[in-house]
């Protein structure tokens, strides 16, 4: 497929403008390919899908369909607003010009330097919208302070499946091949249909996470992929599944070292690309050799036979493909359990061959430079980051601060204060990237001064703030969307603006109108296309006004890339790991008091970890399954997207909502040691009895805005029964989606007599039991002997 080089053109009364989606609002760089029809004077008419588009062939979901609402609603943000820190929580907002905002900012943040020094600055920032990409920039380049990062505990999500990837494989981000780097897609010659596809802790579909457009797992399942779906939930997939592994959630690593038992113990794995391209089969064959199916069945509620089925299907069916997603990072045992999943992949034969995994070296896109922009902060403000790295001297080799330090700091003020708070892309009180968030709310809204760059009013910004900037929504701006973020990104994407976005601008348009100010030496380009051209410039020879001729450029790719010198910095063959191998078991884990091989651990909260807990909490819950309409907490808003998803939804198996007297449509209270909250019962048998399914993401624009209710953003966060810093060794992975809880029905809660504490924010942490070090198990024996 060839697209068309005209990217603008008139059609009538209309201008036709061809562009690529990313955010805001929310989704990930899947770059979805779209015309978007406005009139002469810039207005919005209408969307469609573009069919030249060589990934998404014209597909688009509800929320871009949604575009004319989005971009003309009341709620969002059009201008720069300010308001007095003592009015944080009240709507007293005041519209004020750019130069005002910018003067504000300037003057609150060279406040900070001379008084505190810029680590005094914190950067929130949360998941891979194209704000990510601007996000540390901002922090190192603008603010020149070390502390920014994605603010899930444990960063889990995306953070430990790249660092596993960087450590164990040497890679990129591995990726389900489906023909996305070839023009001509699945018919190309070099390409072969996988003929079975796990899908480990990942919902494409409603998804699209990371750059991967879910949809071609249903082009896949036409051509004859078979899927194996390892998920507590029976989602649409895996009741189309060969095989369900309908795992207790958090005990995934089991489930690993239980099929690596059955692939090694049936010799059923690849010897020749073993020999020449493992490291430490032998170790790990050891430690797999008791965790038979039979073993993980009491621990992961998993039949041993659909273990061992699944396994097989899996080595014997070559090429065949793993997909990892978000459930892998969310639990403290998550390193391990993506180790034995990279394991399995590996020693069946699958990297980099058609139908398999696909691999790449990061790109130098973008990448090197907000490596860069480190020098900005220099070397002795570099060291005072709050990165954990007494604990977790794996987190700390990367350039972000540790989320879990981070909250430490802010309540202990050790080492120092932090005194400024920037959230950029990021509403993390919402439910969406705080765990207990009510901890974070009570330190930051003591913060001398916060602001926020944001598309929407939210409840962050509403209770913590005292400026706010206003970003463009995508098709009013300029950008590139990049799938991976740059790990394995198979086509470049030009965003071209469409529609005039009045006082809004870009992210990277915000950081290089503060960065001018601030530090300008950081900041040289005049316009963000010769920004964009020189990110292009640093691999290819042509600029920005090539890609949106272009419109999406698909990168060269070969297969095998490791016989060929093509993984390695040093053009040698192999990986790019210590040893030049995949490390199934790991060279360096050693240094960071990290055991080499997989194993299993119990989560932090858990039938068998804290049995007495568990006698109060006879629940375990898994949390945040996407949705259609929404991204994490945006799209509340949006009227025909909230008309299909009105309310938060916890799922329910009709025989457990029996025990408790629950109906579907009933508001049912969820309560743990740290927490509660209440959702609507959607009571199916989609989750087995002993697990339920809460969502994450929910607070009520139509809501009082003022604090403390701040658009009953407590009463329905189900964050507050999430701890934080229960953290995996290597300081990834968090346990958002295994902990413990019971339910009852809410009585009265929708004439309002529900318990006030649900409308405000809790003052105490929760119990010291919950917030430091491992779980070990107690028994398998004992309980639910079914
Ligand atoms: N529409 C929409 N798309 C999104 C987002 C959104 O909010 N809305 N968010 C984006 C973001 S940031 C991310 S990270 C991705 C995430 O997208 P995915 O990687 O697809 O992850 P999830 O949808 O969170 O969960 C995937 C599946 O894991 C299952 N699961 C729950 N607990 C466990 C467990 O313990 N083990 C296993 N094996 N499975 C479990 C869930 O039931 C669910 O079906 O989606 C991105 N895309
Ligand atoms: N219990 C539970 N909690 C979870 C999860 C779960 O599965 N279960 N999932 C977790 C995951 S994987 C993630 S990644 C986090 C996500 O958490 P976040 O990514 O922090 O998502 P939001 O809190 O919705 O914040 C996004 C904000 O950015 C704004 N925005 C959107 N696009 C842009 C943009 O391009 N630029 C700027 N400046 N602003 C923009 C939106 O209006 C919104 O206010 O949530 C996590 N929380
Ligand atoms: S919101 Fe949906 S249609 Fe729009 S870019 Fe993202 S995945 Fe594609
Ligand atoms: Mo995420």
């Not at 005041?94 to 900070?112: C, G, N, P, Q």
């Not at 896109?365 to 570099?382: A, D, K, P, S």
């Not at 909250?407 to 959230?423: G, V």
């Not at 706010?468 to 394995?488: A, M, T, Y």
Request: proline fraction near 9%; glycine fraction near 8%; include cysteine.
């Amino acid at each position: 497929m060839t697209m068309d080089k005209e990217w603008r053109v008139e059609e009538g009364d209309l201008i036709r403008t061809r562009t690529c989606g990313w955010s805001p609002p929310g989704c990930h760089p899947v770059g979805c390919g779209m015309f978007i029809y406005t009139d002469k004077d810039g207005n919005f008419v209408k969307v469609e899908g573009d069919p030249d588009h060589p990934i998404t062939q014209g597909r688009l979901c509800p929320r871009c369909l949604a575009m004319g609402e989005f971009l003309n609603h009341p709620d969002r943000i059009k201008y720069p607003m300010k308001r007095a820190k003592a009015d944080r929580g009240k709507d007293k907002w005041e519209r004020i010009s750019w130069d005002e905002a910018l003067d504000i900012l300037e003057t609150e943040v060279r406040k900070i330097w001379e008084t505190y020094g810029p680590e005094a600055i914190y950067v929130s920032k949360g998941t891979g919208r194209e704000a990510t990409e601007y996000a540390p920039p901002m922090a190192q380049a603008v603010f020149k302070t070390p502390n920014n990062a994605f603010m899930m505990s444990g960063a889990s999500c995306y953070g430990p499946r790249t660092v596993i990837g960087d450590f164990l494989l040497g890679a990129g981000y591995p990726e389900l091949d489906y023909a996305a780097f070839f023009p001509d897609r699945y018919d190309d010659p070099r390409y072969e249909v996988p003929k079975y596809i796990i899908l480990w802790g990942k919902s494409p579909l409603q998804s699209n996470p990371d750059g991967f457009f879910g949809h071609a797992i249903i082009d896949l399942m036409k051509r004859g992929s078979k899927l194996i779906v390892i998920d507590p939930r029976l989602t649409w997939l895996a009741s189309r599944a060969e095989f369900h592994l309908q795992l207790r959630p958090g005990t995934d690593a089991a489930i690993g070292l239980a099929m690596l038992n059955v692939v090694i113990g049936e010799d059923l794995y690849d010897h020749a690309f073993c020999d020449e391209w493992v490291f430490g089969l032998d170790e790990l064959a050891e430690r797999v050799a008791d965790k038979t199916p039979e073993w993980a069945e009491p621990i992961t509620w998993v039949p041993a036979d659909v273990i061992r089925g699944a396994a097989r299907a899996f080595a014997m069916n070559a090429p065949s493909s793993i997909m990892w997603g978000l459930a892998i990072d969310t639990q403290q045992n998550g390193a391990q359990a993506g180790q034995a999943l990279l394991a399995l992949g590996a020693i069946c034969g699958y990297m980099d061959v058609p139908g398999g995994i696909t691999l790449a070296l990061p790109s130098s896109f973008m990448g090197r430079w907000t490596y860069e922009t480190l020098q900005f902060v220099g070397e002795e403000v570099e060291k005072k980051r709050i990165d954990g790295e007494e604990d977790h001297p794996a987190y700390a080799v990367g350039p972000y601060a540790h989320p879990d330090s981070v909250l430490t700091t802010l309540e202990t003020e050790d080492p120092y204060a932090f005194h400024m708070f920037y959230f950029y892309a990021s509403n993390p009180i919402a439910p969406t990237c705080y765990a207990e968030p009510e901890r974070w709310y009570n330190a930051i809204v003591k913060m001398d001064f916060n602001a926020a760059q944001d598309c929407f009013m939210t409840p962050t910004i509403m209770g913590l703030c005292d400026l706010v900037l206003p970003v463009s929504f995508f098709p009013e701006h300029d950008g590139f969307v990049l799938p991976h973020f740059g790990r394995n990104t198979h086509f470049l994407g030009a965003m071209n603006a469409a529609v005039d976005p009045g006082e809004a601008r870009s992210d990277l348009e915000i950081d290089m109108i503060v960065g001018k100010r601030l530090n300008p030496e950081a900041w040289p380009w005049d316009t963000v296309e010769e920004f964009f051209d020189a990110q292009i410039h640093t691999q290819y020879d042509w600029g920005f006004n090539d890609l949106r001729e272009f419109g999406a450029f698909q990168q060269p790719f070969e297969y095998r890339k490791y016989e060929k010198g093509m993984l390695r910095p040093d053009g040698e063959p192999g990986f790019n790991t210590p040893t030049g191998l995949i490390e199934v078991s790991s060279s360096i884990y050693d240094d960071f008091g990290e055991d080499p091989l997989p194993y299993f651990m119990e989560p932090a909260m858990s039938p068998y970890s804290t049995p007495d807990l568990y006698e109060d909490y006879p629940l375990v819950m898994t949390t945040g399954g996407r949705s259609f309409v929404s991204f994490h907490s945006e799209h509340r808003q949006i009227p025909s997207l909230r008309a299909i998803h009105p309310d938060p939804l916890v799922t329910i198996n009709p025989k457990t909502a029996a025990k408790y007297g629950i109906n579907d449509g009933d508001y049912v209270l969820i309560e743990n040691p740290l927490g509660k909250c209440v959702e609507r019962a959607r009571v199916t048998n989609e989750v087995p009895e002993r697990v339920i399914h809460a969502e994450h993401g929910w607070w009520f624009p139509e809501d009082d805005p003022e604090a403390p209710n701040l658009n009953g953003v407590w009463k329905s966060n189900v964050n507050r029964l999430i701890p934080m810093y229960k953290v995996g060794v290597t300081g990834y992975g968090a346990p958002y989606k295994n902990v413990l809880c019971r339910i009852s029905k809410a009585d009265g809660y929708e004439a309002g007599a529900a318990d006030p504490a649900l409308y405000e924010p809790r003052a105490s942490r929760g119990p010291e039991s919950m917030t430091n070090g491992p779980s070990q198990p107690a028994s398998y024996e004992v309980i639910h002997p079914e």
